[in-house]
């Protein structure tokens, strides 16, 4: 069984996310796993700035979402991150969004993120040793 740590956000669904009925578009709800993974970043240590310092980018892959339910103009979703713990030089979530309000699963998703050198964009295949140091301190291998 893989390690997970977990992170939760809530965020309001915004007016521009919506369409004229007020039901939100389906390409926001990756934008919602976007603002999860940040939150996951800031509040563990491993944010987006983290990984640039030490030299690398990491591009978004791969992307799936299963759609449960509508959000609404108006409505919170709370966002749950799942980083996925793995020996290979991939960064891989699983998302849970539930709305704050009823507590309703509103979709489920998962991502995946490589390594890149931030000067060169040559792929990394192992992972970068301040990461695996990350993963030390957190109990993730």
């Known amino acids: 069984m893989s390690k997970v740590l977990v992170g939760r956000t809530e965020i309001a669904v915004r007016f521009n996310e919506a369409d004229p009925l007020g039901i939100v578009w389906h390409g926001h709800y990756i934008r919602y796993f976007e603002d999860g993974r940040e939150a996951f970043g800031n509040s563990h240590g491993l944010s987006y700035l983290d990984f640039y310092k030490q030299g690398f980018v990491v591009p978004v892959v791969k992307v799936e979402c299963d ?9 919170k979703v709370i966002i749950e991150s799942l980083f996925m713990a793995c020996d290979a030089a991939k960064i891989m979530f699983e998302y849970t969004l539930f709305n704050a309000k009823t507590n309703e699963l509103v979709a489920k998703g998962s991502s995946m ?3 890149l050198d931030k000067e060169t964009s040559t792929l990394q295949l192992t992972n970068p040793p301040f ?11």
């Open 113 to 115: 993120q490589v390594f």
């Open 67 to 75: 759609y449960k339910r509508s959000l609404r103009y108006g409505d």
């Open 131 to 141: 990461f695996e140091e990350w993963k030390k301190k957190h109990d993730l291998i």
